[in-house]
């Protein structure tokens, strides 16, 4: 049965580049003449080391990072690194968070386990409408192991438009849906990890890049399962024990189209492209508005809303009458959620806009009767 | 290029039914005119729930598990797990440990990190060529939270003849090598784990069912990272956070598969008939000999040796020239390993079984030369 694909807005696991679908369609019962499938290759083979060598390698260029940074492809998603982190940092007993969201909130409440887990800023007051702000994080910065940001909000279509300023305490973000959705200034932060299933591939991987320095000695809590070693897992190449094979070798083919499409600027460019069609057509809606503050919005994740339950319901079924799947906003918040992840096409940014107007423009018709 | 599809000897990740590659190849840009992948599929969509449910309600055919038991599919393979088991179940601080093997040795040393780890029978002494006497087991038993056991050393090629008696207190079974290989008797067991890489889908999911009555209330332990929280796993129908959507699916494909081929028992009798068929041709070899001793002897992985690494390297070589792969020992003992899951067939045994002969004979005649 051949049935048209659809325009997936989902917030992950998201859209996959087609090309990324075909070539792993292709190679699925025989990888390039190694006649296995890398679904069925041991880890421990010359063929598997090849996939996870590129595919770090290419991760390194697309980002920037040296041989001062590890990189790691763990499981568990970025919920088990709420923990790893704070197992893995927390030498003094005491980290900063700032609560930007709900991921960054349990994030704060998981270190809460393991030592002082302190709120240095939060914007749970205005239901995460916006990043909070900053001022007496660098401050309170000084007596921390860590900052930890999430820096890109999915549920409540945030960014952070500028990184809390430190000091020399490492800044550990969880950047899961803006992930190689736009250049990273790697010289910040000491810790960026990331869910790989918005940007970086399917669900099933978690990208931990951190700081070498940060982790020697190995974890600070003896708490921390061998698993969350992130010293250990360094030093195994991510293969401690069986790594999540076929996750790693399709994130790989995603770097590998990140890179042929021009690499991060290229696809920061894409992004805030289509973000501003969206939020353009948002903007000019009298039915229709984005929910984040303007000078919080995310390029990555649009939030929107009618006000009321019923209208959205028929935004979300005009929207799954034109072949568009995933805009429905996560049940924490209800409403809209486009998620505008790299392997989104401008073309279809521009078909949700085109809805939003319709939308708009109908409901105004209906009115006017 | 069409290569040939190699025979896969490899102990995990390891060979997948041809079936179960077609199955997703086919449906890998367009499950079932959803218009999507599987790989792009929200875990919140109704299509994506209703695959884990049907891959959750296959297994419990499959095993025999009434509501009694939780059904979870995890990430981080059973070395998460050996910290998980303490951390939910260690209630008074005390836990004994079979140790049987390598894997069993580090279950029982990360179960030290958390509490009593105790070691309540070992074959280390005598290389884990054989299950240990399980003597005093059950005496030992009536003290401790829990006896763990991995059923089926991988590495050393042993399984348990019979499981330990013990009382009252949970039997917690790493299965992985053996997983879905054949019948448990469930009631015997509170625990029961694998990493799926094995027989039961590519690696990235790790399986664990466990009896609710054993974690009501929560873990054991405060340090138990929420992900490791098998009680609210549980609730959360393995999706507290995104689970490996993909490895999920591909188990789920596993299972039908093994339905399709007439369940555990089917499978059982498949799986030693193409055991007897190699070691009939090890134990009437001159020159290979099976290691482990014959009483433990594993009806999924068979390991053997020529005594000398020359030799074993040349018989690696003509394994390779007859396109079969995996059969590599593990870098802990070297040799040779060939693990028949139950993918391999019994072609493909029959073709090892043949080789194991043919190097016998030439070196029997190279020496009468």
Same mark, same amino acid.
């Given at each position: ?72 492809? =763990? ?6 690194? @709420?923990? #790893?982190? /704070? %197992?893995?940092?927390? $030498?003094? +007993? ?76 490492? =800044? ?6 803006? @992930?190689? #959705?736009? /250049? %990273?200034?790697?010289? $910040?932060? +000491? ?179």
């Amino acid at each position: 049965m051949e049935t048209q694909r659809l325009h997936n807005f989902n917030a992950g696991p998201a859209a996959l580049p087609r090309e990324v679908l075909e070539t792993a369609q292709q190679e699925l019962l025989n990888y390039q003449g190694t006649g296995l499938s890398v679904l069925e290759m041991s880890h421990r083979s010359a063929a598997y080391q090849e996939i996870i060598d590129a595919t770090e390698a290419s991760l390194r260029r697309l980002l920037g990072l040296d041989e001062r940074w590890a990189v790691l492809f =763990l499981q568990g998603g970025a919920t088990l690194e @709420f923990a #790893g982190v /704070p %197992l893995n940092l927390m $030498r003094t +007993g005491r980290a900063g968070y700032v609560v930007s969201g709900h991921f960054a909130q349990k994030a704060q409440e998981e270190a809460a386990r393991y030592g002082k887990s302190l709120v240095l800023a939060s914007s749970e007051s205005t239901g995460f409408d916006r990043i909070p702000s900053l001022e007496g994080v660098e401050a309170a910065a000084a007596g921390c192991d860590y900052v930890y940001i999430c820096q890109n909000n999915t549920i409540f279509g945030t960014t952070f438009s500028e990184l809390p300023a430190c000091g020399d305490t490492p =800044l550990v973000a969880d950047v899961s849906s803006m @992930f190689l #959705g736009c /250049p %990273l200034d790697v010289e $910040r932060y +000491g810790v960026i990890y990331a869910g790989a299933q918005k940007n970086a591939g399917p669900a099933g991987t978690c990208v931990v890049c951190v700081r070498r320095e940060l982790v020697e000695g190995g974890p600070a809590l003896a708490a921390c399962p061998t698993y969350l070693n992130w010293e250990l897992e360094a030093r195994k190449g991510s293969m401690y024990n069986t790594p999540n094979t076929f996750g790693i070798y399709m994130s790989g083919l995603v770097f590998d189209w990140i890179e042929r499409q021009g690499g991060l600027a290229a696809m920061e460019a894409r992004n805030r492209a289509k973000a501003q069609v969206v939020y353009d057509a948002l903007d000019a809606s009298d039915v229709l508005h984005g929910t984040a503050e303007k000078c919080s919005r995310s390029f990555m994740n649009v939030t929107f809303t009618s006000g009321t339950p019923e209208l959205d319901a028929e935004f979300l079924s005009m929207a799954a009458a034109a072949h568009m799947t995933g805009l429905k906003g996560h049940r924490l918040v209800g409403g809209m959620r486009a998620s505008l992840y790299n392997a989104v096409t401008l073309e279809e940014a521009q078909l949700l806009a085109a809805l939003i107007d319709e939308f708009g423009s109908t409901h105004t018709r209906a009115e006017s009767h």
